[in-house]
């Protein structure tokens, strides 16, 4: 909230009326004279649906602000919610591209919020990933262009926001203890007290503290697949061993401890019991459509498609 004083020309003791702004939806006007007089004004909120498209310029972030849209709410429904799985946001580049169908929140021709995505293709390093927003029976999601759901699987990165300072490696040179030796685990640089997600559904299985690792906890997601994070500054509230995780909790926090330079998660991840580079990995896909709603399903994402094939400019309001 902000507010303004208006006083009296040629006598600025006298206040003539105040305004309290609260956001661009709504102010208030009191009006200071014999009488105090209350004036409340509400802008029109208008719903507009929007497409859009661009080549990646900088970040998605920047690109999507240069097309006068939200970009703090949009971004996180397309990275961190309906792609999230499927793409490795920090891995976008120049030369990508999107197309996106949504619902675009407006007060007085600016855009303030967005509401639902309808649809998105992604073109991240030439490869096309599409999303459908899809209602089944009671419940609803985002399904690709085969029906799988887009939310099934593992997120590509245990930070929302972070770099990748070391990748998997046999050979590198350890930069505490000075030799090489193998690193069978992905470091994603941060701040501290960046949060730190669980990838997937799961159950608690170590959390603890060595001189290595530092705070670190370790989660079996099945019989199959089993994680580990390391250098917390701390753990976060309730995690304990045993604790079941869903899916993109908060489980830490990004810290130092241990044999670290720097702030960062030394993220590992391991497939039947060995330690692999899980950007090499491509994770099963389960969860697809029920069969009764497939019919219906191809209708909207036929429907759709052909929408975003029309999409070959910038749609501003």
Avoid: C
């Avoid at 085969?146 to 046999?170: E, Q, T």
């Avoid at 709603?293 to 975003?308: G, I, P, Q, S």
């Amino acid at each position: 909230m902000s507010y303004y004083v208006y006083k009296t020309k040629g006598d600025s003791s006298v206040i003539k009326y105040l305004v309290f702004q609260f956001g661009v939806f709504r102010n208030v006007k009191i009006e200071l004279s014999d009488t105090v007089n209350v004036i409340e004004k509400k802008e029109e909120v208008k719903t507009v649906r929007r497409m859009i498209t661009s080549e990646i310029k900088g970040s998605l972030y920047a690109t999507l602000d240069s097309l006068q849209v939200a970009s703090d709410p949009l971004v996180d429904k397309i990275a961190n919610e309906i792609f999230a799985t499927r793409i490795d946001f920090k891995k976008i580049q120049a030369g990508d591209s999107f197309k996106i169908i949504f619902d675009d929140i407006q007060v007085k021709g600016k855009s303030i919020n967005v509401g639902k995505v309808y649809a998105a293709l992604i073109n991240h390093k030439k490869e096309d990933y599409y999303a459908f927003y899809f209602e089944q029976g009671t419940t609803s999601g985002y399904y690709d262009e085969k029906g799988n759901a887009l939310k099934d699987g593992f997120l590509k990165s245990p930070l929302k926001f972070g770099r990748i300072s070391s990748r998997f490696s046999y050979h590198r040179l350890h930069p505490v203890l000075g030799y090489v030796r193998p690193h069978l685990g992905t470091d994603y640089a941060a701040p501290t007290g960046t949060p730190i997600l669980s990838i997937g559904n799961g159950v608690v299985i170590e959390r603890a503290y060595n001189k290595g690792l530092g705070n670190y906890v370790k989660i079996k997601h099945n019989s199959t697949y089993t994680t580990q994070y390391a250098h917390m500054s701390r753990f976060a509230a309730g995690i304990k061993r045993g604790s079941v995780v869903k899916r993109s909790q908060i489980i830490g926090y990004v810290g130092s401890t241990g044999l670290a330079t720097g702030p960062h998660v030394d993220f590992r991840f391991w497939k039947n019991g060995k330690l692999v580079d899980h950007t090499r990995e491509k994770y099963p896909i389960t969860n697809p459509l029920e069969k009764k709603y497939r019919t219906a399903f191809a209708a909207v994402k036929d429907k759709l498609m052909k929408e975003l094939n029309q999409v070959t400019a910038v749609a501003k309001p």
